[in-house]
């Protein structure tokens, strides 16, 4: 049965936050912005963002368009809720599927998206990638959960292999790499940077 996104964000509205909720930036991202400076393009996209701490903190490091997507409507409204006070224009906040979305980037960052669709269109997540992710561009994708979970899911598990997998076909590995974490999702994430290849072009005859 698929996962009832707004439901499980309307129980969490008279909770502090949902259960994955961190709080804040990703210290993983946090990591990647100090360490790359130059912004690897302008325009970002941030599928299945919640509270949207990752779609402000790329505003806020000199990306110039910079969108979080979700779902729910009740996580749009807490992510705009949350940047309202951020100074942070260039992040933009839209209700919407990920898998009927449309606008291409520059750079594409996942992190608990992945993990949080059924394992059974997983083929569909990755070709959405591939067209969301102008040749050229980049996907930032946050290996996770790496191990065994005894769960039902979401999070569903995968592994590095699968990762691969997936990404191959339309992308090159940029780096494979440990990352800074967080409590419980420590030593079972790696970040991970994608080029997306340009799609062949027609060889032209000289007959
Ligand atoms: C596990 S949460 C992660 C949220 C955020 N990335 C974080 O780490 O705090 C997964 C999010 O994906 C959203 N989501 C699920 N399916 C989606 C879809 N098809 N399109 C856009 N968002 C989706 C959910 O509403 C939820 O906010």
Request: aromatic share 12%; glycine share 8%.
């Amino acid at each position: 049965m698929p996962t009832d996104w707004e439901g499980i964000w309307g129980k969490a509205e008279g909770a502090e936050r949902p259960p994955w909720d961190l709080g804040g930036t990703t210290p993983a991202v946090a990591e990647f912005l100090r360490e790359n400076p130059t912004p690897l393009g302008k325009s970002v996209l941030v599928p299945g963002c919640g509270t949207g701490y990752d779609v402000v903190a790329f505003a806020k490091a000199g990306y110039e368009h910079v969108v979080g997507l979700d779902i729910s409507p009740t996580s749009t409204k807490a992510a705009r809720e949350h940047a309202a006070d951020k100074d942070a224009p260039a992040a933009h906040f839209e209700t919407a599927d990920f898998f009927t979305y449309s606008r291409q980037v520059d750079l594409l960052f996942d992190y608990t998206f992945a993990c949080a669709i059924d394992p059974s269109i997983r083929d569909a997540w990755a070709a959405q990638l591939a067209n969301l992710v102008r040749p050229g561009g980049h996907a930032l994708v946050m290996m996770y959960p790496l191990r065994p979970l005894d769960n039902e899911g979401p999070p569903f598990a995968w592994s590095v292999e699968q990762y691969c997998h997936y990404l191959e076909p339309n992308f090159s590995p940029v780096f494979i790499k440990e990352c800074a974490g967080e409590g419980r999702r420590k030593g079972f994430q790696l970040l991970s940077l994608w080029r997306r290849r340009s799609p062949p072009q027609p060889v032209e005859s000289d007959l």
